[in-house]
């Protein structure tokens, strides 16, 4: 019975690994984007002790689009990890995509008749009245069991 609930805790210990590693491998690959889209280099959020959490007062100011950190009126020393990367060249503009003409109207769809009523079920019968059990005779007297004889004396 042990053994099942050892399995059990091993299989679970395992799949939280796993769930945590693949949260981990997605934050990953995801970039913190500021309101105005331009990706946010890992340095600048960082502070002394490589987190952003490391000051003492810090709240978060939610909006339908997007969340920013508001941090203590006292800021604490932040050194980017990186310096700036020179800026790159501009896209190539690219021509409009052409203007396609509306669709045209869908006709409405035909109105479903009604279903016609259910009828009625008809009325069941009464059951007919059981038949009483014949009374069950008594059982024999069993003997008494021989008396046993006692076991031998242990080492």
Do not use: C
């Amino acid at each position: 019975m042990k053994k099942k609930w050892i399995a059990y805790g091993v299989t679970g210990a395992v799949g939280l690994g796993l769930v945590a590693g693949g949260a981990t491998a997605m934050a990953s690959a995801m970039d913190l984007r500021t309101t105005d889209g331009t990706v946010v280099p890992g340095g600048a959020i960082t502070g002394k002790n490589g987190s952003v959490l490391d000051r003492a007062a810090v709240t978060l100011s939610v909006s339908d689009t997007s969340v920013t950190v508001v941090s203590a009126a006292t800021p604490t020393a932040v050194t980017p990890a990186t310096p700036a990367t020179a800026p790159t060249a501009p896209s190539p503009t690219t021509s409009p995509s052409p203007v396609t003409s509306p669709s045209p109207v869908t006709p409405a769809s035909p109105v479903t008749p009604a279903s016609p009523a259910t009828p009625a079920s008809p009325v069941t019968p009464a059951s007919p009245v059981s038949v009483a059990s014949p009374v069950t005779p008594a059982s024999p007297v069993t003997p008494a069991s021989p008396a046993s004889v006692a076991s031998a004396p242990s080492n």
